[in-house]
Each structure stands twice: as structure tokens, then as C-alpha cells.
């Protein structure tokens, strides 16, 4: 892992053979975000609308012809292959509106056009189709990328520290717990993380994605939320309709199925993206943006990073420069990797088995015993 050398690990910390880990550096950087975006080209951050939409246009086509496919053709297949069909329809059709999603998230950072109007209004049409409140999310996200690594201010994936583990922990730290916990979390994490800030940032009171008084937002936002929510309401409303004009199985065989697979991956990108051993988190007295942002690491999803536009092997030139669209992200940051060198963090394991090992290793953090840097932590799995 990684474009340059490997700090030394704590023997506490060090693991034997293939699966020693490298953590990142810690220490500030002999670099600036000016040094860094000097090295990348600068047409990468020229957004282009025609561009932006040929990608939407290009996803929903795939989107409505694997539709037309499964509502055409499956019921006519014998009952074995249409038990085989739909489930690899949900996949595939969950990865297609996964991209659908990024775009939606790319809308939220201004990354889709150089009209803040037309990505809010991009974005709220292509994420209240797939359940997401935009606005909502564009505003906790945006507060995500601003304090990204910080134990007590990033919004969301925030490791607890030991002290602070449920007493339940321990019994789920074993095979038959970690597959509990992430089955629930693939297929519950997104809905319950917007509707109860389940695995968010704690606040004094009741927090939720749908609630434009709650604590996440401001006063100059709330109107805006009210947006998301009516968004929310029109798209239910549909399905509403849908349900009562062709039954509860259809829509969950054409919707439901996809939408679930929709979900998983969002959590499964967000998760590996901010969870991996060699990343440390910081407190208050160590946290700076430049390092929470380098906190962060690539992953290779094999044929499904092109599906999803890259977001999963780009993810930390995203966090560098969250304007920048997603079509030029991989050559930005083929341009930093030389510049970021050991801080630079990438992982080719296989998603599916990443996610494994990341839930066995990566239970809570704590600093180093006897360290000097009381506010670098570091994941662990003792309990």
C-alpha cells in the first residue's frame, strides 16, 4: 500500500507476514494543499455540463434497459432461472444506481456543473428517486469532508474509544457476531444512520437526516431541508401509486431489490474508505484538516470502479479537492501520488474481503502506550 515508504509500526502494532500493516504518517506534512493542487493539471478541475449529463444519461439508458429486460423477459423464464434472474438483476441494477448515486453526491459538492442551481437541482431529482433527502446529506456530508479523521467532530463512521464500547461488544467479537453486525449494517446501516445518526456524530439531542430543527443544521439551512423532505414525500408518493396499480411484489422485485443493493454499497464505499488499520484518527489537540483529509484511503473494486465513477480509487484526491468532477479524478491523482508519497493510501484487497478483515480488526482506537502523540489513535481489536 501506498507510493512511498513505510513508517515504522509499534510492536504492539506490527503484524506477521503478508498481513503486516504500514500505518501512514502522522506527523504534519513537508507539503501544503497549494503545493498539492500545483501538480495537478489544471483542466482537472473544469467542470463541464455536457459532460456531467452525458454520464447521467448514460446510467439511466443502462438503468431502463436492464428494466425493460426484467419486466419483459423474466416472467416467460421456468421458475429455476427466474429465481436466478432477479437476484442478479437486483446486482446489477444496484450497481448501475450506484453510480446514479455519485453523481447525485458529486451534485452535492458543486463538482457537476459551474451552476450551483442546476447540481442542487440535478442532484434532488436523482436522490429523492433512491430515497436520499439531497439537501439533508449535501449538508452533514459537506460537514464530513471538513472534519474528516476528528474524534470529536466528523459527522459520521467515528470509531468509539475503548472505553466508550457497548458492554455488548465482546460478544460479538467473534465470526457468528461480525457476520450479525454486517448484515445489519448493509442492509440497515444508510436508513437508520438518516432516520437515528445511528454510527454519527453524538449530538445533545435527538438527531435525524429528516428533522430541519434538529441539531445538524442551521437556521439558514432549514428551509432547504424542508426541500429534501418534500422530495422524500413525492418519491414515496410514487411508489405509493406504483404499489396500487401493479402490487407490492412488483415494486419490490423492480425497486426494492436494487434499491437495498443501493444501499449496502453505499455503506460498504463510505466504510472502507475511512476504516483501514494504518489510518490514524486525531482529537483536538492533533487534528488539523490537512491530515483528516489524508486519513483516508483508495480501494479497488475491480470492474465496479468504473460503474461507480471512480469514487472508490479516487477517493482521497475527492477529499484534497471535493469540487473536482469525477472524470478527471484519476488523472489528479495519478499527479499526487508523487507529491503525497507515504501518505498517499491505497488497498488493492478485494472489497468483500476487506470488509471482513477491516470489521475483525478495526474495533475501536487508542493512542499508542507510552507514545509522545497523546492525540494520534490508532484501531484496535483487543477488547
Known sequence: ???????????????????????????????????????????????????????????????????????????????????????????????????????????????????????????LVLHSCLLVPYFSWKYSHRRHHSNTGSLERDEVF???????????????????????????TLTLGWPLYLMFNVSGRPYNRFACHYDPYG???????????????????AACYGLYRLVALRGLAWVLCVYGGPL??????????????HTHPSLPHYDSSEWDWLRGALATVDRDYGILNHVFHHITDTHVAHHLFSTMPHYHAMEATKAIKPILGEYYQFDGTPFYKAMWREAKECIYVEPDEGAQSKGVFWYRNRL
Open 1 to 123: 500500500m501506498g507510493a512511498g515508504g513505510r513508517m515504522s509500526v509499534p510492536p504492539s502494532s506490527k503484524k506477521s507476514g503478508s498481513d503486516a500493516v504500514q500505518r501512514v504518517p502522522y506527523s504534519k506534512p513537508p507539503f501544503t494543499v497549494g503545493q498539492i493542487k500545483k501538480a495537478i493539471p489544471p483542466h482537472c478541475f473544469q467542470r463541464s455540463v455536457l459532460r456531467s449529463f452525458s454520464y447521467v444519461v448514460y446510467d439511466l439508458t443502462i438503468a431502463s434497459i436492464l428494466y425493460y429486460i426484467a419486466t419483459t423477459y423474466f416472467h416467460l423464464l421456468p421458475s429455476p432461472y427466474s429465481y436466478l434472474a432477479w437476484p442478479l438483476y437486483w446486482a446489477v441494477q444496484g450497481s448501475v444506481l450506484t453510480g446514479v448515486w455519485v453523481i447525485a453526491h458529486e451534485c452535492g459538492h458543486h463538482a457537476f456543473s459551474d451552476y450551483q442551481w442546476l447540481d442542487d437541482l440535478v442532484g
Open 158 to 184: 467515528v470509531p468509539k474509544q475503548k472505553s466508550h464500547m457497548r458492554w455488548y461488544s465482546e460478544y460479538l467479537n467473534n465470526p457468528l457476531g461480525r457476520i450479525l453486525t454486517l448484515t445489519i
Open 260 to 273: 437495498l443493493v443501493v444501499n449496502s454499497f453505499l455503506v460498504m464505499i463510505t466504510y472502507l474508505q
Open 215 to 233: 441539531p445538524i443544521y442551521t437556521d439558514r439551512e432549514r428551509l432547504q431541508i424542508f426541500v429534501s423532505d418534500a422530495g422524500i414525500l
